[in-house]
């Protein structure tokens, strides 16, 4: 089976792609930055630049920390946050759908089993 | 505006996203693997070696190279190489207009101007 996955850059240098949705599902399931990183191999640090970069990328806030802050307090999702996610769930399933018969074409002509790889180019 | 960008991944570890196939466009436009790397900053190993890898990808080759052989002979698409492109394309194509209605709730969320970044995560 063939997966879309989708990046949505917007003005200003600004884009969403598949590891900050998913890292906004991780803080809405387990309710603190570290843990959400943590499961996707990252650390502290660069979730929480993450999710401050969203944070600053949208008009409120789509990750809230609650009272006890830093590592402490944990953090739930937005009413944003959640909406985020929605749209860009949404959109990926709308991809999928709308480019099904052009994926299978391309999924038609994907070589039974790849051959093993070339390790160098031809000499010059 | 927004911009969708796709990345299919399919079975066997194997995938397609916007540099294959902008470097098959650059071959294309080129006639050169080397010239259509260099136009995307790659080194002509690193162009060949994605080629390669493309050709191994797909029943047929995509790319075939011209007689005269590796820098000097020149490449071109063969026809299932024109119709990745193609496929691609169009699915892209489709994703943004299926997707609109959800792509235009995220950018009327965005905020006016990003602020300033924040450098570093609170203290623990």
Known sequence: MARLTLRIDFDGDRAIGPGKIRLLELI???GSIS????EMGMSYRRAWLLVDSLNRCFR???VAAQTGGAHGGGAVLTGLGRAVIRHYRAIEERAA???ADHVGALAAALAEAEPP????????
Do not use: C, N, T
């Open 28 to 30: 809405e399931a387990k």
């Open 35 to 38: 843990a959400a990183g943590r």
């Open 60 to 62: 409120e806030p789509v």
């Open 97 to 99: 759908a709308a480019g």
């Open 117 to 124: 790889e070339s390790k160098e180019p031809p000499l010059d």
